[in-house]
């Protein structure tokens, strides 16, 4: 058992990162037992919103993350076995989300950055929710509990929409 999972462990931030070998060996067991372990009843809402989800090991790649070919293809197999992002990832200064959202949707580059359009959004929003909401009642959230989580969804991309850089 891992010190956070522990029940009485306060946790802020839970950092996860997969290193750049599992990323470039396609292997994504690590990462999914890790993310996994966040399903677990007793782990799900009390780190529900404070996972911070990174790849480490291409800081000397001149490219955003998301535009690593290794790292999207790595992404998008995590995904189709844990789709949980919504629930768990957080939303504040530090957060990674917007990682996981160009790796996982198609982008455009434009000057300063990138840009995921809007349909590619609204499908990966869609998408991702449905996944959120699954947990959020399979935990017996309620729907207030839920409703808010998804407006923390929401003010995240609208925050990053509004903005003319979105880069990851």
């Not at 200064?93 to 990682?99: K, Y």
């Not at 982008?107 to 869609?126: D, T």
């Not at 509990?145 to 509004?162: M, P």
Request: proline letters at 5%; glycine letters at 8%.
């Amino acid at each position: 058992m891992e010190m956070w999972e522990h029940p009485d462990a306060r946790v802020d931030h839970l950092v996860l990162q997969a290193s750049r070998e599992e990323v470039e060996s396609g292997d994504i067991s690590g990462g999914l037992m890790s993310l996994q372990k966040l399903l677990k009843p007793q782990n799900a809402k009390r780190l529900r919103g404070r996972l911070i989800f990174c790849v480490k090991g291409y800081d000397s790649d001149p490219r955003e993350l998301h535009q690593i070919p290794e790292v999207r293809a790595w992404m998008q197999e995590l995904d189709r076995h844990f789709p949980h992002w919504f629930y768990f990832m957080h939303t504040g200064p530090q957060s990674t989300l917007g990682f996981v959202a160009f790796s996982l949707c198609g982008y455009e580059k434009v000057p300063g950055g990138s840009v995921i359009p809007q349909q590619e959004l609204q499908r990966f929003l869609l998408s991702h929710c449905e996944a959120m909401n699954a947990l959020s009642r399979e935990f017996g959230e309620s729907q207030e509990e839920n409703d808010a989580r998804s407006k923390e969804i929401t003010q995240f991309f609208s925050l990053q929409r509004g903005s003319e850089r979105q880069v990851s």
